[in-house]
């Protein structure tokens, strides 16, 4: 018998996928591992079709298109792979801290190119909020607000934006992403106490290091009153996925509406004459980070120096 239904739960090759017959722990089919593969086959968030085996036991069989995902390349290694962060997602919140870390708003940049070159809505959660003034906060994350991003300012210690969490994730399938340490558990845990995610615990990693594909958790929780929230790791890096630099300004709200008022439509907005993208910079229309971050992706800069970790 087939049944249809979501994955929520990856671990080393095993896949759980949620029917309406119950749930059932899955292998893929031999014939949809064959070849050398691209990128993650199979993702938490992907709609499959499953055969039911008599001991209880599936296969998946088919894995029906995507309408978005939020991927990454993955890193350290000397093939191009799509790493799956969350299939199919309605939306992404992205988690930064305050202060304790700083935030690391390369990073926060990059995921925003991501989710609009996915067109996956963004909601960017700046928690810690109780370890500095709001006034403080929003001088980092405000110009994020006025090129058009909602911003929480949030805080699992006191309290302050949960509930705005809350309602947000209220019947979606979505994933608070972000660096490591961010307290994106702690955020969760205030958000739904029964998920009773253990601060810290976020990834459960079978093992770590630089650049190895390593096998990981990965894991959809269902919420009261509906919807689906993924734990994913916290993230070190975040290298873009089958982005051409010469895209890139499109992924950028502040800078895509200009470009077609540049002098050359060949403009990479870093020296040319005629550079509406530069004319705007100089006149404080468009934030010098924001700006940077651009140049920083256009031209080839590195990532964030870091790799992954599985503490929160």
Excluded at 29 to 35: A, F, K, T, Y
Excluded at 47 to 57: E, H, L
Excluded at 178 to 187: I, Y
Excluded at 288 to 293: H, K, L, V
Aim: with cysteine; hydrophobic share 35%; charged share 25%.
């Amino acid at each position: 018998m087939d049944l249809t239904g979501l994955v929520i739960r990856s671990q080393a090759g095993y896949l759980t996928v949620r029917t309406e017959k119950g749930d059932i722990i899955c292998r893929m089919r031999g014939r949809l591992r064959r070849g050398r593969a691209e990128g993650d086959r199979v993702a938490v968030g992907d709609r499959v079709r499953v055969s039911w085996n008599a001991d209880g036991s599936g296969n998946i069989e088919e894995v029906f298109p995507r309408e978005r995902v939020l991927s990454r390349a993955l890193s350290g290694v000397n093939y191009e792979y799509e790493q799956i962060i969350l299939a199919n997602p309605d939306q992404v919140l992205l988690v930064f801290s305050i202060q304790n870390p700083e935030p690391r708003l390369r990073m926060l940049d990059r995921f925003l190119v991501i989710a609009e070159r996915e067109h996956i809505p963004a909601i960017i959660v700046a928690n810690k909020l109780d370890l500095t003034s709001q006034a403080q906060a929003e001088e980092v994350f405000g110009v994020y607000q006025r090129i058009g991003y909602e911003v929480i300012y949030a805080s699992a210690r006191t309290g302050e934006g949960v509930a705005d969490i809350r309602e947000r994730l209220q019947g979606k399938l979505s994933t608070l992403a972000g660096p490591s340490g961010v307290g994106k558990s702690s955020l969760l845990n205030a958000v739904h106490p029964g998920l009773e995610l253990a601060v810290g615990q976020v990834s459960q990693g079978l093992g770590k290091g630089k650049g190895r594909h390593t096998t990981q958790v990965r894991q959809l929780f269902e919420l009261p009153g509906g919807g689906w929230v993924a734990d994913v790791p916290g993230m070190r890096t975040l290298a873009l996925w089958d982005i051409e630099p010469e895209e890139l300004d499109a992924y950028f709200r502040e800078i895509a509406p200009l470009v077609a008022n540049c002098q050359f439509s060949d403009c990479t907005h870093s020296h040319e004459p005629g550079c509406a993208v530069q004319k705007a910079v100089h006149a404080g229309e468009i934030d010098q980070d924001r700006y940077e971050s651009y140049l920083r992706l256009r031209f080839g800069g590195p990532p964030e120096i870091e790799e992954d970790d599985d503490e929160e």
